[in-house]
């Protein structure tokens, strides 16, 4: 027992989820390391569970469930369910990735050490050359997208797709090698934190005055019925579109 | 002023707070960081990063999704 190596799990954080199956290191990526698939197959299942139930410790993942949740009971079960789907996959890869080592989360998540800066020549004219189209497909995109009615079918599988694609590129890791940022100062966090958290509570009070979920309230006005005059016009939905990619580019490219 | 008011000003007082938070960390030496440094902080790890752009994806999927 006290013989038990401390690095056998390269140093994971805790021994407590590890039952007694004699399973090996190599065996912490469940489904994603070398052999693919567990080797107790029938004995899968609750691990991943237990991994699920751990990365409920990421704020972020909680957040994201009740935004499902909440989308869904309020009609909108699409989002519900692509948000729940998304945060319940977190939520397992979170888990699967705080019992190994810090390296191996470094891999997969954390951004890798940096590289000396400064593209090859020969890519030096294509970032401007990829700048220039990126703009231009985001301009096309938010007319052609803006001119569809909104909650209509187009504009569904335009904004899903495409947002799907950004979760993707965003679950490989980041674009750009560069070194990871420090911690900011946690006084700094809160205010923003409470900024946030203010602004998703006060969404929330007014969604709940509402007569029901579904139905927007004068008296009380979600954010969603504030801007449904601005959504009204094909201009303002293309104007928020671009705003909407502007803001995404900005997140991918951290 | 009644309650649409009252909402709606509530929102902006949200909003104001967060330019106010935005110009004290620019502009002074108060322990604020930028939103930008909060967002590329939190974007550095997996977990965070996804859900982000999943919350983005979300703004989307709200505003114009059926």
New interface residues.
Partial sequence: MMARPRRSRTGGPSSRDQPTTGREPGDEGAGTGPAGVPAGGVRAAPRHLVSALA?LR?P??V??LI?GFM?WISG?P??GL??LL??VS?AW??GR?SRPARPA?AA????PAPVADGPPAPARWRRPALLTAGLAGGVLYAVV?GS?S????P??V???G???V??A???R??RHTRP??????A???A??GA?FV??CL?ELW?LL?QPNLATSS????T??T??DPV?STWAG?SV??AG?LG??W???E? | M???DL??L??LA?LL??IV?QLL?TRTR????P?G?????A????????????????????????
Avoid at chain 1, 108 to 111: E, M, N, T, W
């Fill in positions: 990365g990421e972020i993942v957040i994201l935004i989308s909108k699409l989002d692509l948000i998304v945060g977190l890869d979170a990735r989360e997969s998540g954390a951004p997208v569809f909104r909650y209509s079918w504009a569904t335009a904004v899903a495409l947002g799907a950004v979760v590129i965003g679950w890791g980041p990871a940022p420090p911690r900011p100062p006084a700094g966090l205010l923003w900024v203010a602004g006060w007014s005055e004068y008296a009380h006005p954010i969603s504030l801007t959504l939905r928020v579109l909407w803001l995404g900005f997140l991918v951290r | 009644n309650g649409h909402t709606v509530g929102y949200i707070a967060g938070l960390a108060a322990p604020i960081p939103l440094k909060v967002i590329a902080w974007m550095s790890t997996r977990t965070r990063r996804v859900g982000i752009l999943v919350a983005w994806a979300w703004v989307g999927l709200h505003f114009f999704a059926r």
